[in-house]
């Protein structure tokens, strides 16, 4: 038997860190019984309901890059009715319910992966394993390397000290940084903090996997040697 938040993410419906809210917040039940302690366990052969729906384990893992447009939320539903990511993947993908491994916010693009593998999601995401992401930014105000350095050293922000990134001047306008953490909107802030406006933001790598050869809105099934790769940065 595992904990339960565990098995919500394994059947990759989200993550473990939502599957904990979801588990105190009462949307979750095991034969019937609605659960709201984290410590509970299960099994998977028992009947699992998360917001009334019943788990389903799909033993075929499924692993997907996107190059995500501007305009799309990064989610597999929306409440307010916006295009979601899911949209841009053919039918038989979606039947197999993949979800977003972090996000991109509606106005930022590029790569994004896209799984039914909890297990993988939740290693990914979690800030022990330090998985880099890259960004190219196109920026309004003046860039200087001393405004630069103070975000390669870190700096404040309302929820803390940002680790140390890695950054470019690639023009006047444009800067690629690398940062692994994954808080919200947290390049725009990052660079709102020394007075400058984020324009444009594309993520162009995550991790070892890159948008080489893949067209805005386009996807493709990740190579078993991708994933392999995935895998062993967070010792799988």
Do not use: W
Request: proline share 2%; hydrophobic share 40%.
């Amino acid at each position: 038997m595992d904990r339960l938040q565990k098995i919500i993410a394994r059947a990759g419906i989200c993550s473990r860190r939502q599957a904990e809210n979801l588990i105190l917040n009462g949307k979750v039940s095991v034969d019937g019984k609605i659960i709201t302690e984290l410590g509970a366990k299960a099994d998977i052969n028992q009947k699992i309901r998360v917001d009334g729906k019943l788990l389903h384990f799909d033993t075929e893992k499924i692993y997907i890059l996107l190059n995500k447009p501007r305009g799309y939320v990064s989610t597999a539903h929306d409440e307010r009715g916006r295009k979601t990511i899911l949209e841009l993947l053919c039918e038989n993908f979606r039947e197999k319910r993949v979800y977003p491994v972090g996000r991109l916010d509606l106005n930022s693009e590029g790569l994004i992966l896209l799984t039914n593998d909890g297990d993988l999601t939740n290693s990914l995401i979690h800030p022990r394993f330090e998985i880099e992401k890259t960004y190219r930014a196109k920026i309004s105000g003046i860039l200087t390397e001393e405004k630069l350095d103070l975000l390669r050293a870190g700096i404040e922000l309302d929820d803390g000290l940002t680790a140390p990134a890695e950054i470019y001047l690639l023009d006047k306008d444009l800067v690629e940084i690398t940062i692994h953490e994954g808080r919200n909107r947290q390049i725009r802030r990052m660079f709102a903090a020394i007075g400058c406006d984020v324009k444009r933001l594309k993520r162009i790598k995550f991790a070892n996997l890159t948008l080489d050869g893949l067209k805005v809105g386009n996807f493709r099934v990740l190579t078993a040697e991708e994933v392999s790769s995935l895998k062993n940065l967070v010792g799988d």
